[in-house]
């Protein structure tokens, strides 16, 4: 599977943007893809997910602010934010999930500044 991530930018402090990812390959074997981000001296951290069922999860601190989407057949997944915060500048990553492996695509950074 290989994964091409961009959308990312620099945006006001309560600005949106709209991230996606398209995946290619064997993407019929994909049961659930995410979107991680790494802040700068920080350890990558889960933002949200969704798995082959529709359902979605994510981190406490994005509720309510970012929706996670995909295409049906796995080829691409969005990731909606909103009321964006500094605190979300960070460089995102999709992955995609397998039963036997994990695949990465480049990050795409976003800057939450005035």
């Known amino acids: 599977v290989q994964l091409q991530a961009c959308g990312g930018g620099l945006v006001e402090p309560g600005g949106s943007l709209r991230l996606s990812c398209a995946a290619s390959?064997?993407?019929?074997?994909?049961?659930?893809m995410n979107w991680y981000r790494q802040a700068p001296g920080k350890q990558r951290e889960l933002v949200a997910s969704?798995?082959?069922?529709?359902?979605?999860n994510y981190a406490e601190s994005v509720k309510g602010r970012f929706t996670i989407s995909r295409n049906p057949n796995w080829n691409a997944i969005y990731l909606q934010m909103n009321s964006l915060k500094p605190e979300d500048t960070a460089v995102y990553y999709c992955?995609?999930?397998?039963?036997?492996?994990?695949?990465w695509g480049q990050g795409t950074e976003v800057t939450v500044s005035s």
């Open positions: 992955n995609a999930a397998t039963q036997r492996y994990d695949f």
């Open positions: 390959g064997s993407i019929f074997s994909i049961t659930q």
């Open positions: 969704i798995i082959t069922d529709g359902t979605t």
